[in-house]
């Protein structure tokens, strides 16, 4: 089945050692997003790729940084974890901005 | 910027009664999707709704697009323990930051059995 995937599901993570977390895609589509989710709070948006095109959000910090080396993949880099950056961590695709998006399972980030 | 007022918050029903949600702007969306969220998972499409006045069914779920694009509603009939869970609206607007997918804060649905 198609689908978007996150590893690992459940990251812990010192404070101030950076991180990384992965995402994939079998869906082929165009652009790829990461959303920060925080306990009973709508994911918010951080940033996202259409194509090798990449947007960061006004309010996403300078510690949260992007990578997508090709289609299929992307990857969330944390420079410096702090404890308010404990959340969950949501990647998402769709085919063009205007389209319906389909999330993956998410990422629990602790930081200790 | 562009907001989604999403209610009930929360709701506490029986299995097997009906429940209604509903998500409203004062502007314009010209795309409205419900999601559900289980605890410790991503958010899962059920319903995209791409026209004003637009009805859809998935299963016992059926959600509209209200014909002034300010609103959607999300109904689910006959409700089961599984329908738990935190539903999501979601649209896009015109004029926020490309790619921006606006969310309500959600409806959190328990269902006693």
């Known amino acids: 089945d198609a689908m978007v995937i996150q590893n690992p599901r459940y990251q812990v993570t010192q404070f101030g050692k950076p991180v990384t977390l992965s995402c994939s895609q079998t869906l082929n589509h165009n652009v790829m997003y990461w959303y920060q989710q925080k306990s009973s709070q709508a994911p918010k948006l951080l940033f996202h790729?259409?194509?090798?095109?990449?947007?960061n959000e006004a309010d996403t910090p300078d510690n949260f940084q992007s990578r997508r080396p090709n289609t299929s993949f992307c990857f969330l880099d944390i420079r410096s974890p702090g404890l308010g950056d404990a959340a969950m961590y949501l990647c998402a695709t769709s085919r063009g901005f205007s389209y319906e998006q389909y999330f993956g399972p998410g990422t629990r980030l602790t930081v200790t | 910027g562009q907001q989604l007022n999403q209610s009930p918050q929360s709701m506490f029903i029986q299995e097997g009664e009906d429940v209604s949600m509903n998500c409203t702007s004062s502007s314009i969306f010209n795309t409205w999707l419900w999601y559900k969220q289980d605890p410790g998972e991503g958010p899962v499409l059920l319903i995209a709704l791409y026209k004003a006045g637009e009805l859809t069914s998935n299963g016992r779920l059926t959600a509209q697009f209200g014909i002034t694009r300010k609103d959607s509603f999300l109904n689910i009939s006959a409700s089961i323990p599984s329908d738990v869970g935190i539903y999501f609206c979601a649209g896009h607007g015109y004029g926020g930051s490309q790619g921006n997918l606006i969310f309500g804060k959600g409806t959190k649905l328990s269902v006693k059995p």
């Open positions: 790729y259409y194509d090798k095109d990449f947007n």
